[in-house]
């Protein structure tokens, strides 16, 4: 088709119709300015409603730790005594416990004239004890088993003698120097 409109005005539909579509792309581009600020809009409203919810949670939590705030002090305490009280239990000697020990090392046919224990026993401290002996079989087995017993330390027979007459029933005598160690009071 042979166009016969003269220059000037094909030149101003064809600037018509490009400013159409730019107008078409300007609405088109407010449009979606207008949705992003509507979509910031909306989440700066569900941010700050989060928000506030969120320390309302915060501030009730407070309120609840402070009611707390004094049982908690009596636990810490009361878990600081029970600290306390385990390491003096720890440090705990059952008298009772050590003479079992002691008694089971003694073979048959012997036994202790005298025993005396106390705090310092247990530190490394040599103890001096007598006993007595039916035979001296039986001396010589409570030697090895004072000995080889992990009860003792620092063991020394001062003596075995069978000629100062013992106790009834006991004649041999035994004179010994030994360390108790904290395993007898276990």
């Known amino acids: 088709m042979i166009s016969l409109l003269p220059y000037d005005i094909k030149k101003d539909i064809h600037s018509a119709r ?6 078409r792309y300007i609405v088109v581009t407010l ?7 509507l979509l910031l ?21 407070e309120t609840k730790a402070a009611a707390y705030s004094s049982t908690k002090a009596e636990i810490d305490q009361l878990s600081d005594n029970l600290a306390e009280t385990k ?29 005396t224990l106390n705090a310092e026993s247990f530190t490394g401290t040599p103890l ?28 020394n027979f001062e003596s075995v003698d069978n000629t ?3 106790i009834d029933g006991y004649p041999v005598s ?4 030994v360390s108790i160690t904290r395993a007898a009071t276990q």
Request: net charge negative.
């Open 18 to 23: 490009v400013n159409v579509i730019l107008t």
């Open 41 to 61: 809009a909306g989440s700066y409203v569900v941010l700050a409603q989060t928000q506030s919810s969120a320390q309302r949670v915060i501030d009730a939590d």
């Open 128 to 155: 001096n004890l007598k006993a007595y002996a039916t035979t001296n079989a039986t001396a010589v087995a409570l030697r090895e088993n004072i000995q080889a017993s992990p009860l003792f330390t620092n063991v």
């Open 164 to 166: 100062s007459g013992g």
């Open 31 to 37: 449009l979606a300015f207008g949705f992003l600020a």
């Open 174 to 177: 035994i004179a010994m120097t």
């Open 87 to 115: 390491s003096m239990l720890n440090q705990e000697v059952r008298y009772s416990k050590v003479l079992i020990n002691i008694g089971q090392q003694m073979p048959a046919g012997t036994v202790l004239e005298e025993i």
